[in-house]
């Protein structure tokens, strides 16, 4: 057997299109290189000829993409060639790294030919170039037909021919049009050009085509019209044919309905505030359902010397081919000239071939000083419906468009749909390199995620953001992706795609959180990745056995979409946080990202969060910092939808939310959720009476304000300042402060108060709050009799006061219990037996309760819900239950070893305080007569009611104990707040301070004293500090907190730096426990 390999041949590497001088270290040289087709690239030989004074040579790579194949490749080589280096060869044979291999669509050839004109002056040294459109503005990008300078001097002479062979992307059937010109510069760029004939092969090799695009015009500055790119549409195709019997058949046609010329009167609307106007050279693209027309210069306004001024209008005429409906712009300025600023308000296109008229809205700065720092605009036509913004694996953003788009249907996009399926979800990604010597990498890393049974997620690829090139050592970088739902994570593999001996990599921590599992994975790897270091692997497959597990809250994907309102100005790029609250809790306030276009006049804006399970929604809650170059934003609504089951709830304001156009002057609005139409809170007036003690000095000067809690969530932050006294908080006053337009918070449970000590005697003795809501006709007593003073009591300036009316409700010995059980949906689930349950809980163990089937009354039917209920001691709660399956008749004959039930799931609700535990089974109970075999399954989720939360809350002191680490600089001068979050609520934000101490120092504990009501079981600490001192970075060891009531200690790792000099920057931490 023999076979042979193709090959090109040696090729000389002679004129570099980037480097006058070649080969010259850190640097990249691009070469064209023409060959024979040989197939598929399976390996390249490179070498030097040894001449000249230095002839050592260290090369990294080298890259070879073939636009005919599809592939663009890379040859890792990493290895010196030089005589004297090394092994001493001159000469490498290198092969293509499988993961750095590109693909895409292969390009087809097009040969060019271009007719100059033979008028005087009509021949260029410019740099011309084309892009070739077909149908539905498809189009390929531009192309310069030279390759370097001094082709542009041979070609493109008076009433010369010049042909070119070019590989571009496939446009279609039918060239549409064509857009030629070039970059102007040289002493001749000056060009006259008759005509462009484009040919290229028929399918299957049966012939040729060659379309003519007339021209006859100057492309030049000084010449015609100015324009130095031209937009061609078709005149006749000339078509050779090879038929069946081998002769050609040759047709020349005219095309039938080219698409016209159009002439567009653009109108350019720069804003009237100070600073709003520019000198630098704008430039413009217009996009229409046929294509686009190219950047264009917006260089001779018509109706302004004095272009681009602070509230002018400035006019333009560009002709172009019928872009159809257009539906986008994109404009830019090159930020030259002493004052390249510029405030654009809006752009005006007008068809005047058709008279249509299109209106696109800005109202934003271009401007590397101001608010993005952007210098290029997007912007869509007013009354466009389409998707607007791009979707990719690692922004969280909904819609997506590209210039193919259908205009008038808005796409589902594909992540939406995904997310609705539960296919895919997103993975949270956070990579720590180490700091040895040569730790750092600039390849491309890659995350695998395994579960059970081979079921994989696809290679996810960990791209850094723009502006990074590298893994650096130390540096923590946090990745955001998307990809396959593999259920039970059980393996992870890590790699990247360097394979030269330099591109190794340290990885120091991996840490992996998957939201909609409320699971989070950290992995201490400290492995190399590297061919020359340790065993010379560059992937790691690491066991998640091997991985600390934390449990940090189940979280639901629901999409979001903020309706910005179509008012002047209304749009902006302050900050922007919201909080959602729903019947089992509310949300932390997460910020809702700019993300570039988001939130501007008249646009719907559509994202994914991942939001806590807390529905049904109530309210949201909507503040913004009132900061930025535009801090007032016009909020229409905000729609969430919930991506499991399809929820919609909305959140409707239609108001300012800003200092100076809203008439409150508020930055933040509370908006009930309307659910089928139905508003889910009512509104109300809260009427608060603040009674201060009849001791010394019980009044105070100094700022109050308070927090209501609810069965619905907080009320947020009160200011109480205007009371119906005008020396308020005086000895032995009652001042009273009225809350109009509030939602309703249903049962008041606790209230929080503080004030900020300010004045000259801030300290305050508070003996009672009375809150009336006016909706429900009911009042609220919450018992202080304390100090909020430094100098008195335990020093606290901030008090948690539990609801008087809750204080009646005794735990009973006895109660009631409904015992819900779903059968699974699937072939042979169900059973004619009976099923017995027993609960074990905190304070013991219940009966067994037998849940009975009848012949009259069929129970555990296939896809069944049957409820029981039975009375029974109180066993607290719930954390197990035991589960069996057993004959109706008692007969151990009648126990079949094939018999089973199949259960989904099974809901215990306690009746008194109406606590539901769930248990989610999803398994099968085979049929057995002795009563020791069953099946134990823990508890998965538990609601607790309002009534049980209530109940619980008693003032509580928490030791909180914070360790700092042992490294040198770990001690830190900021202030420090800490805030503690458990499963009744949150500690609120507390300073952790105490008078004349030097506090978080290196190597030492500091012990505080916090009281607030219990908050149940601890589930997370947020520990920061506000970067203040001469060094503020501090590297926290661990938190441990202790409930003095219960002598409980909950310790919270860190390990980490609050520094934003290290690791990630953050100057914040959330600590989630350790058991």
Known sequence: MSFCIATTGTVSLKASKINKNKFERGKVDEFTVESVDIGDLKKIKIGHDNKGNSTGWFLEWVEIDAPSLGQCLKFPCGRWLDKSEDDGAIERIIFPAKLQTREYIPFVPYEITVYTSDIFGAGTDADVFIVLYGCDGICTRQKSLCLNKREQRMYFERNSVNQFIVELEDVGDMIEKIRIGHKGGGLNSGWHLDRVAIRRLLPNGKGSETVTFPCERWLAKSEDDGETVRELVPSDIFTEKLMKDGTLKQIEEEVEDPLEVHTYKITVFTGDIYGAGTDANVFLNIYGDLGDMGERKLSKSETNFNKFERGQEDTFTIEAVDLGIVYKIKIRHDNSMFSPDWFLEKVEILDETTEESFVFLCERWLSKKKEDKKIERTLYEQSYEGDRNSLDGSCLSVSSQDSNANLKETKKSRLVKAAEEGSMIPYHITITTGTEYDSSTNSRVYIIIMGPQKVQTERLWLDLPEGKDEFADGSVEKFSVWGLDVGEIKKVEVGHDGATPESCWLMEELNIVVPTKGVMYNFVAKCWLARDKGDGLTSRILNILDAECVNIG?????????????????????????????????????????????????????????????????????????????????????VLKNLANQEVATFTYGEWLSKLKNASGSLVCEMPAVIDEEQMMEDTTYTLQVKTSDIGGAGTDANVSLILFGEY????????????KSNKFERNQMDEFSFSDMLSLGDLCKVRVWHDNKGIAPGWHLEYIDVMDSAMDKTFRFQCDRWLAKGEDDGQLIRELACANNDILELKERTAYEIVTVTSDREDADTKENIWIILEGKMGRSKEFLMENSSKKRRFERGATDTFQFSSKNVGDIAAICVGHCPKDGKKSSAKADVFWHVQEIIVTEMELCNKYFFRCNSKIPLRYKRRDYKVFECAKVTESFASKARSLVPVKYETIVVTGFEKGAGTDANVFITIYGLNGDSGKRALKQKFRNLFERGKTNRFYLETLDMGELKKVRIEHDNSGLAPGWLVERVEITNSATGVTTIFPCGKWLDENRGDGLIWRELFPRY
């Open 713 to 724: 969530g907080d009320s947020g932050t009160l200011a109480l300042k205007e009371s119906n």
């Open 554 to 638: 189940v979280k639901v994907l629901y999409e979001v979409t903020v309706v910005t309102g179509d008012i002047e100005s209304g749009g902006t790029d302050t900050s922007i946080f919201m909080t959602v609250f729903g019947s089992n809790g509310n949300t932390e306030e997460m910020q809702l990202e700019k993300n570039g276009d988001r939130f501007e006049r008249g646009q719907e804006d559509s994202f994914i969060m991942e939001i806590a399970d807390i529905a049904p929604l109530r309210k949201m809650r909507i503040r913004t910092d009132g900061k930025g170059t535009r801090p007032h934003w016009f909020l229409e609504r905000i």
